[in-house]
């Protein structure tokens, strides 16, 4: 068995496939080593809503150039990945109202094409959801999800055929450090060495940083959405846009017939990574009967959709997300061991950036710069701050930007 | 109109579950239980009579559960799904089919159902034994593996899985009923629902208040875990599978 490498990835999830695919086209030899299974973890979870529009310009530029990068990917790995289903912001109170506006002004500035809608608009492209309390709402007809299994299947077909190594139920147990630089892991089945070794563990992505007593401020949050089943009385188009209603803290899409319908509620439950099973399958998860947030998330989705009610049948969906504590990922080396990268910390939003973040990634390893503004998500952002040391403290920072993440008003200083 | 449902609570099987080095029984650190997911199929089918029903008849449903203190999570759970009140069976010692059985029996004689709605098997064991006891023990008529359960006939039509297929009994009430899988799909408990079980009182029996003075009649001698003797190999081409599928 090869052990010697270019790079070494820790962690299969859509961040580490894409990162190893990008290294591998550019002619590096690349090892993926995966716990678990191939696509597991978070990105197994994982809806794949495709917002382009949000936060800084540079933001949306690495979001657009994502849709190129998988428009090819489609090509060379045969597979439908991105569902073109247009998306729309949805707004019952002035201050939410007040955030469209904004958003739309933003969007015309930089050339993106989304416009307003009125009512009557918005009840004709999805008539299975309320609107008669709706004071504004916006389209991005470019907006859509990317199915994560498909992409996840086209990131190792490519890779595979540009010479990645895949170790699944291979978890790294430690970080070899040799004179200050990282230089292999160690693994349940031996040795592995490389110059460059990247941390894509996603929520395990704080554990492996400990391996080097480096403090990596991500924390693990958990994630409900529920899928409908497909009902004759209830038409979800397959092509009905995406719906952001942040003033309830839902996001939805459709699904196989059927509707999924998320929430980033104000409370959430956190888990702390080293306490699970060492074997722990997040596959395997799934919410008790009466867990209060499962119930806060159907009870907002029957405010918008009020056939969806607890006797509804559905599919829910249980995970585990990677926040940090301004809701940006952590993209790079930090300054204290020559040959790590970090790519963690996506926020709920991993799917979607991950085919740019792979781009970005490669850059950083072999480049050590990028075409990118990455400033707004370099991994050193936060290193040494003091107040961002403790578990305790990461959790705090973390759990507060994820009650936040729908409930600020965008613009806003809260 | 009164249901009983009994509510085991058991290790969620959807986790790997280990087994003590010693062989003496599973593994508890850090096991996440649930309601036994075929008696929370039993809870929701008793909420759907409750919800169907369009006579004037009160429909009362209660959860009973026999087991160590912490079973009130899983009655809880049952509270919360909509059940109106819950009773624990205190005891400290582990019980078999045949314990449970008499212990169910007893509380039914001071309860009255009219129906006691019961999961097939619990997943912890998979014994299957329980209801049929009971129905034995309380000469009660039984239905066991439900997969629809209507009014009607004698008192109820009941379609059972069976190996050979659906098979359509009627049984008078009062009976046992046993849920399968394909009976219902079990709710997740709503938010109202969820904050008015908080305030629902379940009411804790001591074992030795029953006076039941039956042995238990198995002995669990020790256990293993299952070691997969399957392996996995990689082909490099079609023609090494086509070996291997037509020697």
Known sequence: MKTSFDVIVIGAGVAGLSTAMQLAKRGQSVVVLEREQLGNGSTGRAAGLLGQLRGTAESTRMLMDGVEIVLDLEKQADVEIYVQTGSLRIAETPERAQEIADLVTMGN??????????????????????????????????????????????????????????????????????GGKATGVETEAGQFHAPVIVNTAGPWSYLVAGMTDTVLPTAAICHHYLTTRPDDSIKVDRFSPAVRNRHLRLYTRPESDGLIVGMYGEEATEYDMESLPRDFDMSAMKARLDDILVATLVYNANQRFPWITERTAMT??????????????????????????????????????????????????????????????????????????????????AYQMHAGYYGNIEGSKQ | MKILVTCKRVPDTDQKIRVKEDGSGIDDSNLAYVLNPFDAIAVEEALRIREEDDTDDEIQIVVVGVGVTDYEAELRTALAMG?????????????????????????????????VLMG????????????????????????????????????????????????????????????????????????????????????????????????????????????????????????????????
Request: net charge negative.
């Open chain 1, 109 to 178: 500035s930089i050339g993106f094409d989304i416009e307003h809608l009125t009512q009557t608009e918005v009840a004709a492209k999805l008539p299975y959801m309320k609107t008669d309390d709706l004071l504004d709402a916006c389209y991005c007809s470019t907006d859509g999800h990317l199915q994560p299994a498909e992409l996840v299947s086209a990131y190792i077909k490519v890779g595979r055929k540009h010479g990645v190594q895949y170790h699944t139920n291979c978890a790294v147990t430690n970080v070899i450090i040799t």
């Open chain 1, 316 to 397: 829910m969906t249980t995970g585990i997300m990677t926040f940090t504590p301004d809701g940006k990922p952590f993209c790079g080396k930090l300054p204290d061991i020559e040959g790590l990268f970090y790519g963690a910390g996506f926020c709920g939003h991993g799917i979607v950036q991950s085919p740019t973040i792979g781009v970005i990634m490669a850059d950083l390893i072999l480049e050590g710069e990028t075409q990118y503004d990455i400033a707004a998500i370099e991994a050193d952002r936060y290193f040494d701050m003091p107040e961002l040391q403790t578990r305790a403290d990461i959790k705090a920072a």
């Open chain 2, 83 to 115: 059940a109106d009140r819950a009773i624990l069976v205190e005891n400290m010692t582990l019980m078999d089919p045949w314990t449970v059985a008499n212990t169910i029996a007893a509380v039914v004689e001071r309860e009255l159902p009219d129906l």
């Open chain 2, 120 to 247: 097939k098997q619990a997943v912890d064991d998979d014994a299957n034994q329980t209801g049929q006891f009971l129905a034995a023990l309380l000469q009660w008529p039984q239905a066991t593996f439900a997969s629809k359960i209507e009014f009607g006939g004698l008192g109820l039509q009941v379609a059972r899985e069976t190996d050979q297929g659906i098979e359509e009994i009627e049984v008078p009430l009062p009976a046992v009923v046993t849920a399968d899988l394909r009976l219902n799909e079990p709710r997740y408990a709503s938010l109202p629902s969820i904050l008015k079980a908080r305030k629902k009182e379940i009411e804790i029996i001591p074992h030795t208040d029953l006076q039941i003075d039956v042995a238990a009649q198995l002995e669990v001698l020790s256990m293993k875990s299952e070691i997969s003797q399957r392996s996995c190999i990689m082909l490099e081409d079609v023609n090494s599978l086509m070996e291997i599928i037509s020697p």
